[in-house]
């Protein structure tokens, strides 16, 4: 899903960590809130799959980057 929404909107691409208590944390970056906006409902059976996946979920919270550093290695 995160690869269509790149291809066919534009996203930035998404994270999936896990927490120390074994709790997954996912996040998508997107370029600005529009973008965002106009890819809801690019798949739809696609989305709905990924939402009855999720056992719990929270509020979206959107964020403004500031400045962004990584190091991690790429590959």
Excluded: K, N
């Amino acid at each position: 899903m995160t690869q269509e929404i790149h291809s066919r909107c534009g996203s930035y691409g998404s994270r999936l960590h896990r927490a120390d208590d074994g709790t997954r944390v996912a996040y998508a970056r997107w370029p600005d809130a529009s973008a965002r906006e106009r890819c809801q409902g690019v798949d739809p059976q696609a989305l709905s799959s990924m939402r009855e996946a999720i056992a719990a979920s929270f509020p979206d919270i959107r964020c403004q980057l500031i400045d962004d550093l990584p190091a991690e290695p790429l590959g």
